[in-house]
């Protein structure tokens, strides 16, 4: 079992910046893709961004590509959201996933964390 426990969401505005963390316990992340996901009220939880396992390549959605980057830190279980030049659009729960495949999928990843509210005003 690998537990999931986001931070750094908070209240920001337009053009700002966030960082969020994601730190991991029970067992190492170093097997698995780490993703982000959003969910915003009323919609469906959308894929934000992946970094695979060990050759940390990146994946994005096209509405956070170029603002938007991903990194972990595998000795210290950690996983990173920078999120710049935040838009009002961008507000939503940000979730933290883990999946043993390299994925966009939601249903393909296997833990989740609980989530950080991230929001922007205009």
């Known amino acids: 079992q690998v537990q999931l426990v986001e931070s750094g969401g908070g209240l920001v505005q337009a053009g700002g910046s966030l960082r969020l963390s994601c730190a991991a316990s029970?067992?190492?992340?170093?097997?698995?893709?780490m993703a982000w996901f959003r969910q915003a009220p009323g919609l469906e939880r959308e894929f934000v961004a992946a970094?695979?396992?060990?050759?940390?390549?990146?994946y994005y959605a096209d509405s956070v590509k170029g603002r938007f980057t991903i990194s972990r830190a595998n000795a210290e279980n950690m996983v990173f959201l920078e999120m710049n030049s935040l838009k009002p659009e961008d507000t939503a729960v940000y979730y933290c996933?883990?999946?043993?495949?390299?994925?966009?999928?939601?249903?393909?990843?296997?833990?989740w964390g609980q989530g950080t509210q991230v929001t922007v005003s205009s």
């Open positions: 996933a883990a999946s043993r495949v390299v994925t966009r999928t939601r249903s393909d990843y296997v833990y």
């Open positions: 029970g067992r190492t992340i170093t097997a698995y893709t």
């Open positions: 970094i695979t396992s060990s050759t940390y390549i990146t």
